[in-house]
Each structure stands twice: as C-alpha cells, then as structure tokens.
C-alpha cells in the first residue's frame, strides 16, 4: 500500500533556530501532501495544503513566514520551521493522497515529528 | 464549513469487552467520512471510511461503523478489543465537494484505554 515516510523522526532545538521536515511519499506520486500539527492530547490542526510545484495554501491564522513549505518534487515536501520558538514545540505530521488522486481517496499519513525546542 | 465531535475523550474498557466511540458531525453539505486511530508518537492509520452505499461499513482490525444521517453520527465499535487496541482514535470528515481539496476535519480524538 501506500507509504508516506517522514523524517526525523523527533529533533530537539535551540530558540531561534531553524528546523526542516521532509515528507516523502516512498511508492506514489503526490501532487498534494497536508502539514498537520498536534498539541499533546488534541486533535489535528490543519496548517496548510502542499502543491507540487506552486505555493502552499496556508489555513487561517499560520504564519507562512514562520512554517515554510517547499514542494519540490511528485515525491517530497518540506516544512521548514523558521527561528523556532518554545511554543512551537509540537508534533508535526504531514499526508499525501492515494496514488488514485480522488477527492474522496484517504490520506496517507507520516508517523510524524516531534519537534522540542529549548 | 464541518465540525466533528467525539463526545468522550476517554474510554476505558476491560480486555475482550465491546466497545463504541461516539461521533457526530455537522456539515451544510455531504461529506466523506473517515476513522482514524493513532497509536503513541505515530501517524494516523486509517481505520474505515464511509463513502457511499451501505451504511454499515466495516474496517481493519475488526472494527465497523455506522453512519446515520438523521442523527448526523458515525459511531465506531468493536465487539471484542485487544490490550493491543490502546490508541487514540479520530473521526473525521471530507467535503464530497472537489473543490474543496480533501482537507479532512478531525475530531478531538477520543483515548482508549484496555485494560486486562
């Protein structure tokens, strides 16, 4: 079936500092791939939708200075979270489509990141 | 615009006993409807997913779900559950439009705890 790999798996950082997660999709193509975030013990927050080849469309009210994504290829986005702070301490997860492309297809999800910064 | 609400946060529930996760949604067009579980510091799997069709759907690891209208609820059951079954689960919901892209809408998860 359909793999979504992401990588690392948790990072710990200091303020300031940037960090970037790669989402892979290992066996399909995705043209579109969703950035997701988790607080410990709540659901997901959408933050923004992965284009391949054009600019992200970001949900209302996330920084798209702050949360940089870059869809590159049919195969990998990344999210890159710039000058991290504490309270972007979080787990991030990322999905793709199914490779059959459909609206109602499900996604795909990566077992996540979770990002610490001290 | 959907919401999801899953009405208990925590469910615990004796080794081999049944169990039912609530959920209810509330959306101004059709959707899609999807159960997910997730277990600790991991992605999301997905359990089953109403598209069309029959209403009794049912899913991996022995679960099923029923979607209702009327009651605008997709409840997930089990008749039996495992220790293995300790996960938080998550209902969601898609817009059947195209356009809107296949963003899914969660509910805030709902814990479940099997104790031997």
């Known amino acids: 079936g359909a793999v979504v790999s992401q990588h690392p798996s948790w990072v710990i950082c200091k303020s300031g500092t940037s960090v970037k997660i790669e989402c892979r999709s290992l066996d399909f193509q995705a043209t579109t791939m969703f950035w997701y975030r988790q607080f410990p013990k709540q659901s997901l927050m959408l933050m923004a939708t992965s284009n391949e080849g054009s600019k992200a469309t970001y949900e209302q009210g996330v920084e798209k200075d702050k949360f940089l994504i870059n869809h590159a290829s049919l195969t990998l986005s990344t999210l890159t979270v710039t000058s991290a702070h504490p309270e972007d301490s979080s787990f991030y997860i990322c999905?793709?489509?199914?490779?059959?492309?459909?609206?109602?297809?499900?996604?795909?999800f990566g077992n996540g990141t979770r990002l610490t910064v001290t | 615009a959907q919401s999801v609400t899953q009405l208990d946060s925590q469910v615990p529930v004796f080794e081999e006993a049944p169990v039912e996760l609530r959920c209810n949604y509330s959306s101004s067009v059709s959707v899609y409807l999807f159960w997910y579980v997730q277990y600790p510091n991991q992605g999301l799997q997905l359990l089953l997913k109403y598209l069309s069709g029959s209403t009794l759907v049912k899913g991996i690891n022995g679960f099923e779900a029923e979607f209702n209208k009327s009651q605008t609820s997709f409840h997930l059951r089990k008749p039996s559950v495992h220790i293995s079954d300790t996960a938080e689960y998550f209902c969601?919901?898609?817009?059947?439009?195209?356009?809107?892209?296949?963003?899914?809408?969660f509910g805030g998860g709902t814990r479940v705890l099997v104790k031997p």
């Open positions: 999905s793709a489509r199914s490779p059959e492309g459909r609206y109602n297809s499900p996604l795909h």
């Open positions: 969601a919901v898609s817009d059947r439009i195209k356009a809107a892209g296949n963003k899914l809408t």
